[in-house]
């Protein structure tokens, strides 16, 4: 429904987007993840034909961006970082006017507008001026005017940024309720985000696609730094100093102390078990070994990890 292919964005000596490669299914929710800077933004924008690449390819249901803007932009519903409200107008006056730009016909306007207020939940505000909305609301009539047109394709520009909690899940929801008859694709620096709403995961990193998956497997490809949580009683000995010996071992971090137990977080290069040396060499010191078990990594852990690494995911080192 969706498909990238080497799309590079250049300001001057900036480059914003550097070759990004990647699809999107029809029915798919895409998180587009990556820190503040990372070319989200831009990216979006030259989907949604607002700005020009430099080089690549972008196809948006179908329609070259580039080739046939207006056939691509009539398929394609965008929220932008800010909605581009009126303040001046109503709700139903906004999405109305925008109905108009979007060239629906006259007999189609007032029912897609009453029905865009019902998905996004904003029918209770409809006569209220778009200025005097709050960030929320602001949030969800964006959201409004960009599925007025029943499009197939919605690119949302981190659509939860700035709302409280209760906001955010329900902008997930509704999101999530647009799925299936919408591909979407929503851009985010927040990781639950991802886990919580989408089926798979592009993570951009200065301009660079750094990993794409599904949230369960980027967890399952980056446990490959196996990590355990041990915890034991050694009474007054440095158990630390002991697993730093071991090997395979690339980490060790105190993790917490109580009543003599102290925990560890072990750190030990990809594919390798080190559960028995390690409980061997507890025993032979005599220690107690509270427990021993094998810990995943979270999805905040990975973003960490494949954003600040240079190398590829499938490359990453933990050296
Ligand atoms: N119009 C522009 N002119 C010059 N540089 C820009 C412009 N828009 C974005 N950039 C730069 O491109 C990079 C990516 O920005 P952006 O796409 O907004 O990232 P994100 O949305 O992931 O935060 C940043 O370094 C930003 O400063
Ligand atoms: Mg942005």
């Known amino acids: 429904m969706i498909e990238v292919n080497h799309l590079t964005k250049r300001f001057g000596r900036v480059t914003a987007v550097d070759d990004v490669t990647f699809r999107v299914e029809r029915g798919e929710i895409l998180g587009f993840l990556g820190p503040n800077g990372a070319g989200k933004t831009t990216t979006m924008r030259i989907l949604t034909g607002y700005m020009p690449a430099t080089d690549g390819t972008a196809v948006v249901a179908g329609f070259n961006v580039f080739e046939q803007p207006l056939d691509a932009k009539r398929r394609t519903g965008y929220l932008p970082e800010t909605p581009p409200l009126y303040p001046d107008m109503t709700v139903r006056e906004y999405l109305d006017f925008v109905a108009r730009i979007k060239g629906l016909p006259p007999a189609e306007r007032r029912p897609r507008v009453d029905t865009a207020m019902e998905r996004t939940r904003v029918a209770d505000v409809r006569d209220r001026h778009c200025g005097k909305l709050s960030k929320g609301y602001r949030q969800r009539v964006g959201l409004a005017q960009a599925i007025l047109h029943n499009p197939e394709v919605l690119i949302l520009d981190e659509p939860t940024a700035g709302l409280d909690p209760k906001q955010i899940i329900e902008t997930r929801e509704l999101i999530k309720g647009l799925a299936g008859d919408h591909t979407i694709i929503l851009s985010t620096h927040i990781l639950p985000e991802v886990s919580q709403t989408c089926q798979r995961v592009v993570i951009i990193n200065k301009g660079r696609v750094v990993a794409v998956d599904t949230p369960a497997n980027l967890t399952k490809r980056l446990r490959g730094s196996e990590m355990l949580y041990v915890e034991v009683d050694a009474g007054a000995a440095d158990a630390r100093a002991l697993f730093e010996r071991l090997p395979g071992v690339t980490r060790v971090g105190e993790t917490g102390r109580h009543d003599g137990a102290v925990g560890?977080?072990?750190?030990?290069?990809?594919?390798?078990?080190?559960?028995?040396?390690?409980?061997?060499?507890?025993?032979?010191?005599?220690?107690?070994?509270?427990?021993?078990?094998?810990?995943?990594?979270?999805?905040?852990?990975?973003?960490?990890?494949?954003?600040?690494?240079?190398?590829?995911?499938?490359?990453?080192?933990?050296?």
Do not use: C, K, N
């Not at 409980?279 to 600040?308: C, D, K, N, Y």
């Open 264 to 319: 560890y977080e072990v750190e030990t290069v990809r594919g390798q078990d080190i559960r028995r040396d390690l409980a061997r060499a507890v025993v032979h010191e005599g220690w107690g070994l509270l427990e021993l078990r094998p810990t995943g990594m979270s999805l905040e852990e990975i973003f960490l990890q494949v954003t600040t690494s240079e190398e590829p995911v499938a490359e990453v080192s933990h050296e």
